[in-house]
């Protein structure tokens, strides 16, 4: 499916570790999947942690999606976890499958390897809050708000088009358009996709 995906004309797959059943032998080879498509493989991973962020990105994948980021802090520990030094602490091997397991120039492996996309997911009121000084870090590509979670939050569960979740993502879209940081949502149907991106979403699953 994810092969067929990048035939179809897709840009992107999330490759599920948080809620889907993809581990990580499993994920090689969606990753590889994913590059025989010509599409970019994006792995949500499952919490803000070494290894969690870290094993993907030895792998290949070309960017990163993390839950439950609601402050700065977890905005720049995500950042210095998936990037090498001087942006980041992210554990050095360059013996891994992004590294052609060792083929590629060192250098220019660490180069490439920082180019990788980092996003963000602004799922809770809390995240809602702090969304001014998280869009302050830098190395961020992308804010990805969760409507689901956030419509939790806010009381109403699944509502998604309540006036109340959408309202909240509105402000969300004006406030990373200011900081000049890419929006991405997840979508139930195409009107909506549509609606978003009119809006100014441009990451839309």
Not at 59 to 72: E, F, H, N
Request: charged share 25%; hydrophobic share 40%; proline share 4%.
């Amino acid at each position: 499916f994810a092969e067929a995906a990048g035939y179809a004309g897709f840009d992107y797959c999330i490759l599920d570790m948080e809620h889907g059943p993809v581990g990580t032998e499993r994920l090689k080879e969606l990753i590889q999947a994913c590059e025989c498509g010509g599409i970019l493989p994006i792995v949500r991973v499952p919490d803000i942690s070494e290894e969690s962020i870290g094993k993907p990105l030895d792998l290949g994948a070309g960017g990163v999606q993390v839950p439950q980021v609601s402050c700065a802090r977890d905005a720049q520990r995500v950042v210095e976890l998936a990037k090498f030094h001087p942006e980041g602490t992210r554990g050095v091997c360059r013996y891994v499958r992004a590294a052609r397991y060792s083929l590629m120039d060192k250098f220019d492996y660490f180069q490439e390897a920082n180019e990788s996309v980092v996003i963000l997911q602004v799922e809770g009121m809390e995240g809602v809050k702090n969304i001014d000084e998280i869009l302050t870090v830098k190395g961020i590509d992308v804010i990805f708000i969760g409507p689901y979670d956030l419509s939790q939050s806010l009381g109403v569960t699944g509502d998604v088009e309540n006036p109340l979740v959408t309202d909240t993502m509105v402000k969300l879209v004006q406030k990373a358009k200011e900081h000049g940081v890419t929006v991405g949502t997840f979508v139930d149907s195409v009107e909506a996709g549509c609606r978003w991106r009119k809006l100014g979403v441009r990451y839309l699953s």
